[in-house]
């Protein structure tokens, strides 16, 4: 079926076959209408919708470039389709700086269905969108009454429309956001605006959370929606932005979160409890034979069985302390192995003796991009669930590879998107699942576990927490027989293979410098003093921040560095620090805590100290730290 072609003519009458056969060629019926000269062709442009304009350059009788700017003062949309017996090059950029669409010549007619095909399509698209930006303007009211903030941008990020609801969740009026730049309003997050802002006019649309700042300094989380309004013009591309304040959803999100991780320690507690009174043990047993026989040096395997509990112990402490407070959202590179490495270490020491756990981890795996912390409750709660399926004992199965998935093999997951993935497996060998119960599993409250045993809630947080990492789930189950959880997320954009472990450098050792230790454990103090020391630094301790700062005053000139609990009685750390540095500002600090790594890291971070050293420390890490800060230049 041909489509008709309302085309009007500015040529000489023979031309008019020659573009009737070559629109007739693309299923065109044209629709003439020739026109004497640019006036006749103005005002048939004014009277009547027109969809093409052939003109014909050909100097002086036919001047193209005058009769193009003459019709672009007027009509800006319209295709006009210049037309020459020998074009040349020059002329044709002319013409086409003058307004002209495109430039052919009438012995390339074969290149003029194209064009046509081409400009007609966009002038079409042209006319749509300008019916929709005035249907926009006309429900403008409307789009005032919606909850979400709505913002439209140009190209360079200007703003150029602002709702009412903008106004109330970011603080500026729209008077006063209009014609500001987006990125100078939001100037803290200015270059991941730029950088969305470049993808979507790039890609036709973003869409994420990002945190944004209210005019009143008050910080949101935002999800956003960056959708490209295509113009087809020279004129920059428009954004529009649609963003829904979900700051209190992303709270109530992060304590259920950590609700349920406390969940996952309360069933691990027993567990925990039998495996810190294992590592005490020996640790006991050893101090014991040291004492029988206080002349004897004791013998390297005694403390080596020492340090190896110690060590354990302190890992086993720090890795239930970090589950139980990381309930920040913290999006970086993670290694499969090491999260499952690390997974496996909890449970082996946790779980009943009679469940054998397996891990299997290929050479090579690819990283994926999320919160490390999150990830580590997924596979936990998967973990829990297969320890529960399991009372009698049984074989759980942790695994992980790399996967190529394509369309067919996603249909059934329509927010997944084709690509590479690392697929964790944890599998089981227990009850498994009724066919019945199996479709309601991840449904919030459902549980098959029995009387109080279950919350409904370990599934339901899994598939939550692999949603927002743009992942998914899939379960099979065969009564009896067992069940297989796999997890799907989407590798990192930049993927790489586990890095290998540097090998254990010689310590370096000090040359007498002075190192004022403070800590309230007179046990911590003894034995760091001896560690120090026997590395050849010399020592002086204090058991508190009023003595520090007493005996910095008087040996501040002598000490290289302060080694610093941040949690004492009598002054702490922070005040400790600040006195110290009234006496010497460039007092090199290196501060310790027991308590959560990353909050008082930040914290010894924003007092400006030089190092911080999480407890327990080795005396490797405490000596390389020591070194590193003594021999730093001076600032």
């Not at 031309?15 to 640019?38: D, H, N, Q, T």
Request: glycine share 6%.
């Amino acid at each position: 079926m041909n489509t008709s072609l309302r085309a009007l003519l500015l040529v000489e009458p023979d031309k008019a076959p020659l573009l009737r056969e070559a629109l007739s060629a693309g299923r065109y019926s044209p629709i003439f209408r020739e026109v004497a000269g640019p006036d006749q062709a103005l005002q048939a442009l004014s009277t009547e919708e027109w969809e093409v304009l052939f003109l014909e350059h050909a100097p002086p009788a036919y001047d193209a470039l005058s009769t193009v700017s003459a019709i672009r003062e007027f009509h800006r949309d319209v295709p006009v389709i210049v037309l020459a017996p020998a074009p040349t090059g020059r002329e044709a950029a002319t013409v086409l700086a003058a307004g002209a669409n495109d430039y052919v010549g009438f012995d390339e007619m074969e290149k003029l269905l194209p064009v046509v095909q081409r400009e007609v399509r966009a002038y079409t698209e042209r006319l749509a969108l300008k019916q929709i930006q005035e249907r926009v303007t006309e429900q403008a009211e409307w789009l005032n009454r919606v909850q979400d903030a709505i913002v439209v941008i140009d190209g360079e990020g200007t703003i150029l429309y602002w709702n009412r609801s903008a106004e109330r969740i970011y603080g500026w009026k729209s008077a006063e956001a209009r014609g500001q730049h987006l990125e100078d309003l939001f100037q803290e997050t200015a270059g991941q605006l730029r950088e969305i802002r470049e993808i979507a006019l790039q890609a036709g649309q973003w869409e994420g959370e990002f945190r944004q700042r209210r005019r009143d300094g008050k910080e949101l989380i935002v999800e956003a929606r960056f959708t490209l309004l295509r113009t087809y013009s020279p004129q920059p591309q428009h954004l529009l932005i649609v963003a829904t304040d979900i700051t209190d959803k992303k709270r109530l999100e992060a304590q259920f979160l950590r609700a349920q991780r406390m969940e996952n320690i309360r069933m691990l507690a027993a567990g925990i409890a039998h495996d810190l009174n294992n590592i005490l043990s020996p640790i006991l047993i050893a101090v014991q034979m040291m004492q029988m026989d206080p002349e004897e040096p004791p013998s390297p395997k005694v403390l080596e069985t020492i340090e190896k509990s110690a060590l354990r112990g302190a890992e086993l402490v720090k890795q239930v302390l970090a589950f139980a407070q990381g309930d920040q959202e913290k999006q970086t590179l993670v290694h499969p192995r090491y999260l499952l490495q690390e997974v496996v270490g909890v449970i082996r020491e946790t779980f009943p003796r009679s469940i054998d756990i397996k891990l299997q981890i290929p050479e090579r795996l690819f990283r994926i991009s999320g919160d490390p912390m999150q990830l580590t409750q997924v596979l936990f709660n998967l973990c829990i669930n297969a320890r529960d399926a399991m009372p009698e004992g049984g074989v759980l199965t942790l695994a992980a590879e790399n996967l190529r998935l394509d369309e067919p093999d996603i249909r059934l997951h329509p927010d997944a998107r084709p690509g590479d993935y690392v697929v964790f497996t944890v599998a089981d060998t227990g009850t498994g699942i009724p066919p019945e119960k199996l479709e309601h599993i991840f449904e919030p409250f459902y549980t098959t576990k029995e009387g109080d045993e279950g919350t409904g809630l370990g599934l339901p947080t899994v598939e939550a927490i692999v949603r927002n990492h743009n992942g998914f789930v899939t379960v099979f189950s065969q009564e009896g027989k067992g069940s297989a959880f796999k997890v799907f997320l989407p590798v990192a954009r930049t993927e790489g293979t586990t890095p290998p472990k540097p090998p254990r450098a010689e310590l370096p050792t000090g040359q007498g410098e002075l190192i004022l230790v403070v800590d309230d454990e007179a046990f911590i103090r003894n034995v760091t003093k001896q560690t120090l020391e026997s590395f050849g630094y010399t020592v002086i301790t204090a058991a508190n921040g009023a003595q520090a700062v007493e005996m910095y005053r008087q040996r501040g000139e002598e000490i290289r560095a302060v080694l610093l609990d941040m949690m004492m009685p009598i002054m702490d750390g922070a005040r400790t620090i600040a006195a110290i540095r009234e006496i010497q500002p460039r007092a090199k600090i290196i501060a310790t805590s027991g308590l959560i790594i990353e909050e008082r890291g930040k914290e010894a971070e924003a007092l400006g100290v030089e190092a911080f050293l999480p407890k327990p420390y080795t005396a490797e890490m405490l000596v390389t730290t020591v070194h590193r800060v003594v021999n730093a230049p001076e600032a």
